[in-house]
């Protein structure tokens, strides 16, 4: 008889135990990524005037399956030199995070790398450094050469040995890859 | 009341009627080590049958004896029985010692405890408090290792995920004395949380038969268990050091246990374990220290017929996780895979810098048992499990050290068992398990949570019939019923929502929308069916053949359900998926085992077929904004694996000993005709033992480990362009490394250091050769080497 007892208060505790209501119907507050980047800006401004040509890619889902969106506003011009600047952007955050900010606080350690596909006659050099003289590249020059076509990629590493010299020695981790499809007429 | 009843064999009394028979013996029972008085000891006069019990200061009295010999035996609960033979001649005054045994007493106490948990019917490896010592610095994973069928999913040498018969995480449960570990085990680096030093032994379970525990153990169950403690006043307790070469550091562990008379016990236990950076043969790994802390304590009262115990343990480990395998896109994981050497490598440091891992594990119990003169022995036990999860990944700004991931996984067990013996030859099992779960993911990381916020419910029944059939046969049967009712509340990328078409299939759970991500409230219902049934057949002596049949069956995990997006350490992009349901295993094994003194060995092949089995596999490239990554896909199928664990041993003569162990298995994608990914290569592993009792147990073992190739893998292998080549490269993530052999050497020598305390030295080299290998169950094989060579000094103080 006590066992019984004992076995029916020990189920009593079990059943009230698990019958417990749930109270996670408090809903939980949105992660919006922070330090993503979602969007990359190249603005080629001509040395001597006219048009800017912008290049743009924007992944606002990020790893989601969406691919990035890739746009060139127009074509460049044979033998002009253009002034470079990059923007990047978490646009997931309103108003937009001004990423570009973070990467020049940590000059250091961020490096911008620009590939010239070889169909494509042009050049970079590096017009900004960080602290320790070092090529940082959120601005650069482009000169572009004749007329051709082909593939400008902007590399963007986090924690790279610096100085190197280029992509191949310059190790981190990737923060950015972003290729346009570029023409000189 | 705790009398060891011993069956006599009774000798024949040759009374000789005497003339004196007035005689008077008294006598006292004293332990032999330390004198303790030995209360109601049994006290048996073998000629006349005449038995009393020792009062209270050990002392009893015999009357009526006659001049002549008497045989008297003395038992005691935790003594060896003692015959003594006497010559009565007039009064006489004696005390009587007993031998006291710690490992005997506790196989009287434990009642064959480790049999009692198990299955009867299939194979059990278990490994010894001895082989626990010696691997004091190591890691749980490293420690099942050494058994054969056991393999380990490693994320560099810290994290080390055990393996059984080719099926890991989810699939293999662990049971931390009598406790389920609910430690966000689904996580493929995610170690269990155990410190081994708080564990007085191990068993393994290739498969499911284990229906007390678990229904849902498709590949195996990990029982840890601590010791019993004896029921007398003493106090004992040890300390282990261990300094080691490789990483330039060391562990050290201490326990006291405190034992009463009255049944009461008390034990702490702590242990502290530091390590830098590891090396591989040629470079330093950099960021793969450790840091491990670990404190237990329990406390209770344990009585022949009733116990009761409360223990708390806390366990903390922060692991550096190999700089060099935080990558960006494809294109980094080119240049790792393509550089022999890993690309980051920094000087020795003890620092452990992101990417890194940071787990605390708290774990409270109380438990008791009463025994039932017609019903059996009832077991009660509730606990309660945190288990905080931090991940810290390489970021910038503010976030530097914020973790990526924060997890934080609270679960209350409550478990009712009852063990019955229904008839001479027949037991019968029963119980029942609730548990109620949540998870909480901190959104203050800044990153979308990788697992969401969910509730969890589970209910399981069991009952298990044990029947021995004749003395050759015995006979197994078990069911279970597990019932998981799964509440999460979930966000998710729009893009994804309506990518999978779950816009239209699941449009009744949205909560609400924000931004550019949906909440979803899934409520999921998961009825999980288990069996057993087995035989054991003893086939003449020394020779015995064990069969199991177990279905088991699994709810999916949080994370085959929930993943969409990044996973970091893996450079690759994980999606699960919402409408999964249960994988169900058939495990057919046979063994065969022969033992005897001189040579023995057993085979176990096995075969398991697992339908709706979920694998994760790549199915394309993304593009990203940070470049290619390679999208990974969970996916049901059906899969078969086929294998055999081999073991022998033979005595060669007084001193030495050899032992072989060889493991092979083999898992296919029936469905699609593929081999299954990362299973272990076959393995074999042979050593020679010598041993010499009289020179302080002198202990040599030269050990040879060859671990194969695996040829059997699916190509998952893909293509990016590389823009500095202009080229498409192909990102070689199938091809497994090379065959590797590695040798290792451990002695070890006992000394007495006074009547109660004893050291054991001990001296340890792996991977003697400094062999430069890859594994190909380690996550971090395409980045760096393994380990190097390790010399290790092991200090064992019992006192």
């Known amino acids: ?185 | 009341m705790r009398v060891f009843i011993i069956l006599l064999f009774v000798i024949s009394s040759n009374i000789i009627s005497s003339q004196n028979c007035n005689n008077i013996i008294n006598g006292t029972v004293l332990d032999l080590h330390d004198n303790t008085i030995l209360v109601d000891a049994k006290v048996l006069v073998v000629e006349n049958n005449q038995e009393v019990l020792t009062n209270s200061l050990g002392e009893f009295t015999i009357v009526d004896l006659c001049n002549q010999t008497y045989t008297i035996k003395i038992s005691h609960a935790f003594c060896i029985a003692q015959t003594y033979k006497i010559e009565i001649t007039n009064n006489t005054k004696k005390v009587f010692r007993l031998e006291h045994h710690l490992e005997e007493l506790n196989e009287i106490i434990l009642e064959g405890k480790l049999s009692d948990i198990t299955s009867e019917t299939s194979l059990e490896n278990k490994i010894s408090k001895e082989e626990l010592e010696k691997n004091s610095g190591k890691t749980l994973g490293d420690v099942l290792n050494n058994i054969s069928g056991v393999s380990s999913l490693n994320t560099g040498n810290t994290i080390v995920k055990p393996i059984i018969n080719g099926l890991h995480s989810s699939r293999v449960v662990v049971m931390n004395d009598g406790v389920r570990m609910e430690d966000q085990d689904w996580g493929a680096e995610h170690a269990p949380n155990i410190d081994i030093n708080a564990i007085d032994n191990i068993t393994v379970i290739k498969g499911a038969s284990a229906l007390k525990y678990s229904g849902n153990a498709i590949g195996g169950i990990i029982i840890t268990e601590t010791s019993k403690t004896p029921v007398k006043d003493s106090l004992y307790g040890k300390t282990i050091t261990t300094v080691a070469s490789n990483g330039r550091g060391g562990t050290a562990t201490s326990q006291l246990t405190k034992t009463f008379k009255s049944g009461w016990y008390g034990n702490v236990q702590g242990t502290i374990k530091r390590f830098g950076d590891f090396n591989a043969p040629d470079y330093n790994l950099s960021n793969t220290g450790a840091f491990e802390r670990s404190f237990s304590v329990r406390g209770g009262l344990n009585r022949f017929t009733s116990g009761i115990e409360a223990s708390y343990s806390l366990y903390k480990v922060e692991t550096g996780i190999l700089r060099a395998s935080h990558l960006g896109g494809a294109q980094d994981q080119i240049r790792a895979i393509n550089n022999l050497e890993p690309l980051f490598i920094d000087d020795f440091t003890y620092n452990i810098n992101s990417p890194k891992q940071d787990v605390a594990h708290h774990l409270f119990k109380i438990k008791g048992f009463k025994k039932f003169e017609n019903l059996g022995r009832l077991d009660f036990q509730y606990s309660f499990q945190q288990n905080n999860r931090l991940e810290f990944d390489v970021r910038r700004g503010d976030d530097r050290d914020t973790p990526s991931l924060d997890l934080k996984l609270n679960t209350h067990t409550l478990l009712l068992d009852l063990d019955s013996k229904i008839s001479e030859t027949a037991t019968i099992k029963l119980g029942l398990t609730g548990q109620y779960q949540t998870n909480f993911a901190d959104p203050s990381t800044g990153i979308r949570r990788l697992i969401p916020d969910y509730s969890e419910y589970n209910l399981g029944a069991y009952a298990v019939l044990e029947k021995q059939i004749n003395n050759k046969l015995l006979f197994e049967l078990g069911a279970r019923f597990d019932y998981t009712f799964l509440d999460a509340l979930k966000f998710y990328r729009t893009s994804f929502w309506e990518d999978r078409a779950y816009d239209t299939i699941f449009q009744d759970i949205v909560v609400g929308e924000f931004g550019n991500q949906i909440l979803v409230n899934p409520k999921l219902n998961f009825y999980n069916p288990s069996a057993t049934i087995g035989l054991s057949y003893k086939i003449k002596e020394n020779y015995k053949l064990l069969f199991n049949y177990s279905l088991a069956s699994r709810a999916p995990n949080p994370s085959e359900l929930f993943s969409e997006g990044l996973h970091h350490s893996a450079s690759r992009i994980e999606l699960g998926d919402l409408q999964f349901n249960s994988e169900t295993a058939h495990k057919f094994s046979v063994t065969l085992q022969k033992s005897n003194a001189n040579y023995s060995f057993t085979i176990n092949p096995y075969i398991n077929m697992i339908t709706d089995f979920i694998v994760i596999e790549p199915i394309e490239v993304q593009q990203t904004i940070r470049g290619n990554f390679q999208v990974w896909e969970y996916r049901q199928t059906n899969a078969r694996l086929i294998g055999v664990d081999i073991d022998g041993s033979l005595k060669l003569n007084d001193h030495f000993q050899y032992n072989h162990q060889f493991s092979i298995v083999k898992g296919k994608d029936v469905s699609r005709n593929d081999a299954l990914i990362n299973m272990p290569a076959a393995s074999t592993r042979n050593s020679i033992t010598y041993n010499n009792k009289k020179l302080n147990n002198l202990n040599l073992k030269l050990q040879s480990e060859y671990v194969f190739r695996q040829n059997e893998f699916p190509d998952n292998n893909f293509e990016v362009f590389v823009p500095e080549t202009e080229t498409l490269e192909i990102v070689d993530v199938s091809t497994p490394p090379d065959a590797y052999h590695l040798l290792s050497f451990n002695s070890s020598m006992d000394f007495k250091l006074n009547e109660k305390s004893s050291l054991t030295i001990g001296f340890n080299v792996s991977n003697a050769l400094n062999t430069s290998y890859r594994n190909y169950l380690n996550r971090l094989r395409y980045y760096a080497d393994d380990l190097g060579r390790d010399y290790s000094i092991n200090l064992k103080i019992n006192y």
């Open chain 1, 1 to 185: 008889m006590k066992n019984f007892k004992i076995i029916t208060l020990a189920l009593l505790v079990f059943i009230s135990f698990t019958g417990c209501s749930d109270d996670d119907d408090v809903i939980p507050t949105p992660v919006n990524q922070e330090e993503v980047i979602t969007t990359l800006t190249v603005t080629l401004t001509p040395l001597g005037g006219g048009t800017a040509v912008t290049l743009q890619t924007q992944d606002l889902d990020g790893d989601g399956p969406d691919a990035p969106e890739v746009t060139v506003s127009g074509n460049l011009t044979a033998g002009t030199t253009y002034n470079g600047v990059i923007v990047l952007l978490n646009e997931t955050e309103s108003p937009a995070e001004n990423i570009t900010e973070e990467v020049e606080e940590e000059a250091d350690e961020h490096q911008f790398f620009y590939t010239i596909g070889s169909a494509l006659d042009a050049t970079t050099t590096y017009t900004s450094f960080d602290g320790n003289g070092n090529p940082l590249g959120i601005e650069f020059s482009l000169d572009t050469g004749v007329t051709s076509s082909g593939l400008l990629t902007f590399t963007l590493r986090h924690l790279p040995a610096k100085p190197n010299t280029g992509l191949a020695n310059a190790g981190g981790e990737t923060d950015i890859e972003a290729t346009f499809n570029l023409v000189i007429q």
